[in-house]
């Protein structure tokens, strides 16, 4: 996919006043066109390809001002990037995934060497539940948009990958720590990441990213963002709340918050450790959760998708899906609780039908990652993920009480 440039106006983050406070903003923005895709490939459902993706987490258990944003896609698993290795560049489109750490190629396309190229001679390797990669770790020139360049990024190239088809490999945006062990030669170190080292380099002013998203109804849309250093604030309405990283493992190891979860006003998870992760595509909550929320709903389990369906009444008479974080509440609206009806035949689905994004952990809360904001949340509320200070922020955007599903 060709993707044009085009320079935006926006505000970017200078710098927070608390951590539920908000955020000072100043201008000069650059931007990049987003699209949206659908693209399932093989049988496995979306449930099962997020329960897999779980059960992969928890044993894994500038001097510029400028923000600059790179073009990503929704594949309903995760987001793509276009990303420019070596030089003379060859483009790759990228997972982007705040799951995982390592950036990869090699898995559609194969890795082009170039001047720029080297071999660190050591291996690397990291399963994803879904999938999963080994090859030869390069340093290489990684160019994620014009102006925002990385000399000597360390790169894992694939000579084995499961899990991939469509897609050349992903752009790990994770914590860094989530790296430790992937390296066969020094088990104890750690990889810096992309954001990492455009921090670390001056290319962009914070340590942090901002994930954009809005509902759409086709499988190719132009509908999302992701700014390196800053927050692009006409993604957003209001202020971002930050909340700090959990405590409490193994969501502690990833973009890991505490949340309680109500439905309809009635608390259905006490606040709780989890993840927010643009890798799964559902809301996923611990099974004991799941079971209030069907019985509240009153929907039954699809034999075909794996998810819930409700019928039309039901979808009338549906409430909010509150998640509380940090004293703040953000409301899945009864329009956000479904999947878009006119991307049914996506996940396999009957076009008639009307299927909830809320599924089933699959584990009982209490166990140190109790719930998965996917997705599904995630195009309802502009995201921040701060390496700097440790914590992840939200807000309001124009989109969290559309109807376009």
Sequence with gaps: MVLTLTLLPALLLAFRATA????????????????????FTGTASVLQRDLARV??????????????????????????????????????????????????????QAYVETSTSASTGDSVAVSYGSGSFSGA?????????????????????????????????????????????????????????????????????????????????????????????????????????????????????????????????????????????????????????????????GATADETTGLLTVTASQFAALQNLDFVIGGVTYSLTPNAQIWPRALNSAIGGNSNSIYLVVSDLGSPSGEGLDFINGFAFLERFYSVFDTGNQQVGFATTPFTTATTN
């Design 20 to 39: 539920a406070g908000p955020v000072l903003v100043r201008d000069n923005f650059v931007g990049l066109p987003l699209s949206r895709r659908v693209n």
């Design 55 to 108: 059960q992969a987490l928890k044993s894994g258990g500038a001097s510029s001002s400028d923000v600059t944003s790179v073009p990503v896609t929704n594949q309903a698993v995760s987001y793509i990037a276009s990303v420019g290795v070596g030089s003379p560049a060859t483009t790759y489109n990228l997972l982007v995934d705040t799951g995982s750490s390592n950036t990869w190629v090699g898995a559609d």
């Design 137 to 297: 770790e390069f340093t290489d020139t990684v160019t994620l948009a014009p102006g925002l360049v990385i000399t000597k990024q360390s790169i894992g190239v694939a000579s084995q990958s499961t899990g991939f088809d469509g897609v050349d490999g992903i752009l790990g945006i994770g914590p860094t720590d989530l790296t430790e062990g992937t390296l066969s030669e020094s088990q104890s170190t750690t990889i810096p990441t992309v954001t990492d080292n455009l921090f670390s380099a001056g290319s962009i002013p914070s340590d942090l990213i901002g994930i954009s998203f809005e509902p759409a109804t086709s499988d190719d849309d132009e509908n999302g963002s992701i700014a390196f250093g800053g927050t692009d604030s006409t993604k957003f309405t209001g202020s971002i709340a930050f909340t700090p990283i959990t405590t409490t493992s193994p969501a502690s190891e990833f973009w890991g918050i505490d949340q309680s979860i109500a439905y309809g006003g009635t608390t259905i998870l006490a606040s709780t450790a989890g993840i927010v992760d643009t890798g799964t595509t559902l809301v996923l909550i611990a099974t004991d959760a799941f079971t209030q929320y069907q019985t509240a709903t």
